[in-house]
């Protein structure tokens, strides 16, 4: 069970925080045993290959939220069209601004802050601010020591296989 407010998720690369995200989200079937979720999922992944699925919701959505977060991550029109074109920043930035709008109850961020200038690592921190604040909101995060230990009530640590939670440092 994830403790609403933010968990985040520490570990050598191949440890399998990725996994533990995916399979928190509903992106991946465990090979034995459950994975019950309460509420809507969002996995805002790392790999920026293809376009987020929400992307020409949010870039057509004319409610302020919508407009806002356009503004704060400074997604464009057309982004959906053209993603092939975009810079690798652009395409990182689209990403958490898409999961954000999207507005779920578990909101699994994998390391969103990769490759991201200040402005984009500034505005994920704004977001995640705001969220934590929401009642029983629950995110999921993998991303930067800094921003972890600053973003998250709760840390979690997978270590030789073994995963180590519900500590702070």
Same mark, same amino acid.
């Given at each position: ?43 805002? *992944? ?35 069209? *053209? ?11 689209? *990403? ?32 995640? *601010? ?40």
């Amino acid at each position: 069970m994830f403790p609403p407010g933010g968990t985040g998720i520490a570990g050598f690369n191949g440890c399998g925080k990725s996994t533990l995200l995916k399979l928190a989200a509903g992106g991946r079937t465990p090979e034995t045993g459950l994975v019950g979720r309460n509420g809507s999922t969002c996995f805002c *992944r790392q790999e920026c290959d293809v376009p987020p699925p929400e992307l020409t919701e949010q870039l057509a959505a004319t409610d302020f939220r919508a407009c806002e977060i356009r503004c704060r991550f400074g997604l464009e029109a057309g982004w959906s069209e *053209r993603w092939e074109s975009l810079s690798f920043g652009e395409r990182k930035r689209a *990403r958490p601004g898409c999961a954000f709008y999207a507005e779920p109850d578990i909101l699994c961020l994998d390391e969103p802050t990769n490759w991201t200038e200040g402005r984009s690592q500034q505005e994920i921190e704004l977001q995640n *601010r705001g969220r934590s604040r929401e009642l029983e909101k629950t995110e999921l995060r993998r991303m930067k020591q800094e921003l972890l230990h600053r973003l998250t009530r709760e840390r979690w640590d997978i270590r030789d296989g073994i995963l180590k939670t519900g500590y702070r440092e």
